[in-house]
Nanobody, 117 residues
Framework: VQLVESGGGLVQPGRSLRLSCVGTGFTFSSSDMSWYRQAPGKERELVAT????????NYADSMKGRFTISRDDAKNTVYLQMNSLGPDDTAVYYC???????????WGQGTQVTVSS
């Protein structure tokens, strides 16, 4: 099983980034996919989730309207489009896959996003 994130980097405030996560070794299309993030000195927090059954999404309040999660099951990929980034968005962003009923939970290794001028 692998979850491999990409797309992180250094970006100026107000700019955008799109993160990608490719999952292999499990049934991606049946998994609820999420993005989490962990800033230095803080606990890991949920950013957004997209449900496998109907594609419905939910977001942490601070990300609503700025971030968009999407998935392409044909490519086993989940995306996170991040707009209007600010310094508080600096964190390591992690991809998460969860099976129905919590049968499994997989994590990626994370990708660093740094927002700075």
């Amino acid at each position: 099983v692998q979850l491999v994130e990409s797309g992180g980097g250094l970006v100026q405030p107000g700019r955008s980034l799109r993160l990608s996560c490719v999952g292999t070794g499990f049934t991606f299309s049946s998994s609820d996919m999420s993005w989490y993030r962990q800033a230095p000195g803080k606990e890991r927090e949920l950013v957004a989730t997209i449900i496998s059954v109907d594609g419905s999404t939910n977001y942490a309040d601070s990300m609503k309207g700025r971030f968009t999660i999407s998935r392409d099951d044909a490519k086993n990929t989940v995306y996170l489009q991040m707009n209007s980034l600010g310094p508080d968005d600096t964190a390591v962003y992690y991809c998460n896959a969860k099976g129905k009923g919590g049968r499994y939970v997989f994590w990626g290794q994370g990708t660093q996003v740094t927002v700075s001028s």
